[in-house]
């Protein structure tokens, strides 16, 4: 029941955020409907020759990405200073209770988003995708991937402002080198074996690999990556969360 309660608080808190709305999902659609405008111009071949489903995948993840370090890293670190983790402290919930509550929050609002996006692409840029158990896997283990390390920052960094100037300093770089704007494979050697140990790498070429290109044997590969991630990043981001200072 208290799962429940911290569920329904944390999601309408976020809902009820206009700029939280904004960058969640009204942002992320604006990219999209831009980015695949072009891939569908005529004698404009999109990227890996996926058109718009290649930036459904990719913003998709990306976003799910942002508001997972971005936003619960904010919110844990505001939460901090105002004290609101000390008086839990004092309360019945249990911490882990807290945290799982948070993770659904954004387990929804990921689910949300890649729906809208889904749509979005099928009805105006008559993307094709194939909906099934590993793009599903996925997108969830995804989720908890950069709820956890949104959570880690959030427990490590203790000045609010710090800790908000980190997330984007991690977000907006791993976004640009891990192929959301454009293939890994058009970016310099270099650069390329940065974005192949980023977490967000495998997040996006696992959506593309199941839902555009139905490559499930690659899919499952990224599944098992991001799931590592998500697991070493969970249990990091639990240790790191204190209720109160010691």
Do not use: C
């Amino acid at each position: 029941m208290k799962l429940v309660v911290v569920f329904k608080a944390v999601t309408r808190n976020w809902l009820r955020s206009r700029s939280g709305l904004f960058f969640s999902f009204l942002f992320p659609v604006l990219l999209l409907l831009l980015l695949a405008s072009v891939s569908s111009t005529p004698g404009v071949p999109g990227p890996a020759g996926l058109g718009a489903g290649y930036y459904v995948a990719s913003v998709t993840a990306a976003f799910v990405m942002t508001n997972g370090v971005i936003g619960l890293t904010n919110v844990g670190s505001e939460l901090r200073r105002n004290g609101v983790l000390k008086r839990l402290s004092a309360s019945p919930l249990p911490k882990f209770e807290w945290l799982l509550g948070n993770i659904l929050s954004q387990a929804v609002l990921a689910l949300i988003l890649a729906g809208v996006m889904l749509a979005l692409g099928a009805v105006l840029f008559r993307a094709e995708y194939l909906v099934n158990f590993f793009s599903i896997a996925i997108l969830v283990m995804g989720t908890l991937l950069f709820s956890g390390l949104g959570m880690t920052l959030a427990g490590v960094i203790k000045d609010p402002e710090t800790a908000s100037g980190v997330g984007n300093a991690i977000a907006f770089p791993m976004m640009l080198l891990s192929g959301t704007f454009w293939p890994i494979s058009a970016m310099p050697a270099y650069l390329q074996s940065v974005a192949a140990v980023l977490p967000l790498t495998f997040f996006s070429e696992g959506l593309r690999d199941s839902l555009v290109v139905a490559n499930f044997q690659i899919a499952l590969t990224d599944l098992v990556v991001v799931t590592a991630f998500a697991v070493a990043f969970l249990l990091i981001g639990t240790a790191t969360t204190k209720w109160s200072e010691p």
